[in-house]
């Protein structure tokens, strides 16, 4: 951490413009695209691999999340990265788990949230210390973690913190499928349902201009179709990420999350409801 601490500030004296890339490591082309947006955007280009406790609840998967180092440090070879930061458990939190946390309110206990309770604090608080560290100017977010985006946004606007956010759209396989770092877990029983939640989005985009009853319709027939529950199919106002009105029209996202075998994958679109 001091030798990242000690570049940044030599770069930054010299006038350079920093971003930052924050990982989970498992890097795969949707976070490459994060790299390639880091490097149009500043001089000098962080990406940090850490896998943090703080945002996996009791149960969850942080001991089988993949830690891929070697192969992570080997694709980001050739991208102009200029420091990969992968801090050890205790580097960033020597005395155990922080007892000072970013709450994330109301937002963070809704979708990801509820099933998830807890995990956006934890994501928030090591995502305002991976600011810090870094003084980056600019930090690049995929558009896949739709809810994680708003409230970093959020935390960004309500706390005055120095930093624009980028934000990257999706990166998805030939059929659709949202790269994920979870997808490596899934069978191929399971890769072939994984298509319900991609095949949910384009059938809700579809039905959109017919309205929000339409949309959820055609939607939850597409994860029927696949035998797969969704665990939640919502329609969000992109201003306050929450649920629309039934007569909603305009911009919105539908949010959708399932759990794939042992697996549990996210996706989102941007819809145009009629
Ligand atoms: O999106 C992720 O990989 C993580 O939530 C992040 C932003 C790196 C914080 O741990």
């Known amino acids: ?3 990242l601490r000690s570049l940044v ?5 010299a006038g350079a413009t920093v971003a930052l890339v924050p990982t989970m490591g498992a890097l795969h082309d949707g976070h490459l695209a994060l ?6 955007l500043a001089d000098v280009v962080i990406v940090s691999i850490f896998v943090n406790p703080l945002q996996f609840g009791p149960g969850e998967d942080l001991d089988r999340y993949p830690r891929t180092l070697d192969a992570d440090l080997a694709a980001l070879d050739g991208l102009g990265v200029t420091a990969v930061f992968a801090p050890s458990v205790s580097e960033m939190y020597p005395d155990g788990p922080s007892s000072t946390r970013v709450v994330a309110g109301g937002v963070g206990s809704l979708y990801e949230g509820a099933s ?14 991976l600011f810090h560290i870094s003084r980056a100017d600019v930090a690049c977010f995929g558009q896949k973690d739709a809810q994680q985006v708003f409230l970093v946004e959020r935390m960004v606007r309500d706390l005055d913190v120095p930093i624009a956010i980028d934000v990257v759209p999706t990166v998805r396989e030939a059929d659709g499928l949202a790269l994920s770092s979870r ?11 994984a298509l319900a939640l991609s095949e949910a989005l384009a059938a809700a985009a579809e039905a959109a201009p017919q309205g929000l009853a ?9 994860f029927g179709a696949h035998e797969v529950q969704p665990d939640y199919l919502v ?5 306050t990420f929450l649920p629309v009105e039934s007569d909603a029209s305009g911009d919105a996202i539908v949010l959708v999350a399932a759990r794939v075998g042992a697996t549990r994958l996210i996706d989102n679109a941007r819809i145009t409801l009629g």
Not at 35 to 40: D, S
Not at 116 to 127: I, K
Not at 235 to 239: H, I, K, S
């Open 1 to 3: 951490m001091a030798e």
């Open 9 to 13: 500030a030599e770069r930054r004296a």
């Open 35 to 40: 790299v390639r947006r880091a490097r149009e």
């Open 116 to 129: 998830r309770p807890g995990h956006f604090d934890g994501m928030l608080t090591v995502v305002a210390k």
């Open 183 to 193: 997808n490596r877990f899934l069978s191929a029983d399971d890769r072939r349902a």
């Open 214 to 222: 339409e949309v959820l319709a055609e939607a939850d027939a597409a």
């Open 235 to 239: 329609v969000v106002d992109p201003a």
